[in-house]
């Protein structure tokens, strides 16, 4: 479809008209808000520090990984946030 475009990306949780979600996660957690009007999916998720994202483009699935012999689960908007970071 001509003329439509999707975002991805990290925000800050000050930021006007954030969801309120979750104050304390644990390190792997993830929490999140889907806005059925707008389309956006609000996601927070714990690694070393709180990582907030929100995306037009993607449905919350979480993909497990295999990183230095130990499985981990993240969601797939961070992973996509990171390996556009890499390249």
């Not at 609000?42 to 995306?55: E, F, I, N, P, Q």
């Not at 993909?63 to 908007?77: A, E, F, S, T, Y």
Request: hydrophobic share 35%.
């Amino acid at each position: 479809v001509l003329g439509v475009f999707g975002g991805c990306g990290t925000v800050k949780a000050n930021r006007k008209g954030m969801p309120n979600l979750c104050k304390k996660l644990k390190r792997g957690e993830c929490k999140l808000a889907i806005s059925k009007k707008s389309k956006i999916l609000a996601c927070k998720w714990k690694d070393k520090r709180d990582v907030l994202m929100l995306s037009t483009i993607h449905k919350h699935q979480m993909k497990k990984i295999n990183k230095n012999d130990k499985l981990q689960i993240k969601p797939n908007c961070i992973l996509t946030i990171i390996l556009t970071q890499i390249k």
